[in-house]
């Protein structure tokens, strides 16, 4: 099992639409969940982190987690064109004595107008 | 400029050849990874390293090698390289572990 599992999508949402995206993770002792976003031919940047079980809202994007259910997602509430890209869902993983981040595949997202 | 800066942006290269990829970044981080990424495959770490005197394994480390010159530079070489390490490269850096990652604008890469 993957330490991290995301759909590789394409999810295609119309404009205005709420754009939902999924993410499990393995390692149940995991506090912290980011997600990033990557646009075509860019690098990764974050948009979202939440380490408490629940919502965390930041203007159009909510982080929802679930610890019990070891499940992260990513609402994008009235989707527009210019959210068109990949969103990796990332977790920490401690080894050898240090934390470090674990990437999913990443979801590619759609929106059409 | 970029925080972080790759390079070379893009190369193209024979199986056998030996290729580095340099990372230097003005943030002041610490801590400096290489990761690549392949098309359905996500982002996988290939080295780590949390200062000068610290290099660690990543998922994927056979076949590549770093070098921790300065806190601001890290570089990753593949001393033979083979096509199916073609991918995009990204350098990241960060202040801690588990806390946000900032990455270089990735270096392409294709060994024929």
């Known amino acids: 099992q993957k330490e991290v599992e995301q759909n590789s999508g394409p999810l295609s949402v119309p404009e205005g639409a709420i754009a939902s995206l999924n993410c499990t993770y393995s390692?149940?002792?995991?506090?912290?969940f980011f997600w990033y976003r990557q646009y075509s031919g860019k690098s990764p940047e974050l948009i979202m982190s939440?380490?408490?079980?629940g919502d965390k809202e930041d203007g159009r994007f909510t982080a929802q987690l679930n610890k019990a259910s070891q499940y992260v997602s990513l609402l994008i509430r009235d989707s527009q064109p210019s959210d068109s890209a990949t969103y990796l869902c990332?977790?920490?993983?401690?080894?050898?004595?240090?934390?470090?981040?674990?990437f999913g595949a990443g979801t590619r997202l759609a929106v059409h107008p | 400029d970029a925080d972080v800066t790759q390079t070379p942006r893009n190369r193209i290269t024979k199986t056998g050849k030996r290729i580095m990829l340099e990372c230097s970044q003005t943030?002041?981080?610490?801590?400096m990874y290489w990761y690549r990424q392949d098309p359905g495959l996500g982002l996988r770490l290939i080295y780590y390293?949390?200062?000068?005197?610290?290099?660690n394994k990543g998922e994927i480390s056979d076949g590549y090698s770093v070098s921790r010159q300065a806190q601001a530079k890290f570089s990753l070489s593949l001393e033979s390289a083979i096509p199916n390490q073609t991918a995009l490269y990204f350098c990241?850096?960060?202040?801690?572990?588990?806390?946000?990652?900032?990455f270089g604008e990735g270096s392409r890469l294709t060994v024929l």
């Open positions: 990241a850096t960060s202040e801690s572990g588990a806390g946000e990652l900032f």
């Open positions: 990332a977790v920490p993983s401690f080894s050898g004595g240090y934390n470090k981040l674990i």
């Open positions: 943030k002041g981080h610490d801590r």
């Open positions: 939440i380490y408490s079980n």
């Open positions: 390692d149940r002792v995991s506090q912290s």
């Open positions: 390293s949390f200062d000068v005197k610290d290099i």
